[in-house]
């Protein structure tokens, strides 16, 4: 089944406690990314990939780290997490082209910081 | 900048009614495409339709169809026959091909089927 896969679904963790979310593909998609939903704020773009070893910010990259070692990896770091980053967290992925690029989404994963 | 905006936070409609979400975005681009994700309970975000901006026509997917207006800078979602399994967030979300493919998501709208 074509599916992303994020990990973990829930998360409670302290702050200042290094996490990593993990996100995975099995569609061969060159574009991954990830963003961060809070109530009345929709989506927003954290970081993008548009392929292997290419990253860059989003909208909001501040206090989050990734990398793009494979292709169907693109895992988020928080390095020292805070507060503030308590939030619902998606991956998703697409192929590039001149088509009409649909995402693909994971589950979602909700983090609280404490 | 393209921006997205959604200005109903929240709608309710009753069984098998029809309800329209409205959508709006600003762009100075030509070649776009817009969509429509579904975020039910579960959290998981669905697409339920989209629009290619150089097609004229309105997009339909079975009882979710779109009012694409270019000029206007509209793209309304219109759902028929409202079902209770249609109880979710839909987010409108604004596409550029090419360069960082970025996508940009309107805040959502909340939609209440009531049995």
């Known amino acids: 089944e074509a599916q992303v896969t994020q990990n973990p679904r829930y998360l409670i963790t302290v702050t200042g406690k290094k996490l990593t979310v993990t996100c995975s593909q099995n569609?061969?998609?060159?574009?991954m990314s990830w963003y961060r939903q809070d109530p009345g704020l929709g989506l927003r773009q954290i970081y993008y990939?548009?392929?292997?070893?290419?990253?860059d910010k989003g909208d909001v990259p501040e206090g989050y780290k990734v990398s793009r070692k494979e292709k169907r990896n693109f895992p988020l770091i928080l390095e020292s997490p805070s507060p503030n980053q308590t939030s619902l967290y998606f991956c998703?992925?697409?192929?590039?082209?001149?088509?009409?690029?649909?995402?693909?989404f994971g589950a979602g994963s909700r983090l609280t910081v404490l | 900048a393209q921006t997205v905006t959604q200005s109903q936070p929240e709608m309710s409609v009753q069984e098998a009614e029809t309800v329209t979400l409205s959508c709006t975005y600003d762009?100075?681009?030509?070649?776009?495409?817009l969509f429509w994700y579904k975020q039910p309970p579960s959290r998981q975000m669905i697409l339920v339709i989209r629009?290619?901006?150089?097609?004229?026509q309105n997009a339909t997917e079975n009882r979710f169809s779109v009012n694409f207006q270019k000029a206007a800078k509209s793209f309304s979602l219109k759902i028929s026959d409202s079902q209770l399994g249609d109880t979710a967030m839909y987010f409108c979300?604004?596409?550029?091909?090419?360069?960082?493919?970025?996508?940009?998501f309107g805040t959502g709208t909340r939609l209440k089927v009531l049995a």
């Open positions: 998703a992925s697409s192929f590039r082209g001149s088509g009409a690029n649909v995402l693909t």
């Open positions: 569609m061969n998609h060159e574009y």
């Open positions: 990939s548009m392929n292997v070893e290419v990253t």
């Open positions: 762009t100075s681009e030509n070649n776009y495409y």
């Open positions: 629009q290619e901006a150089y097609k004229q």
């Open positions: 979300a604004f596409m550029k091909p090419g360069g960082t493919y970025k996508y940009i």
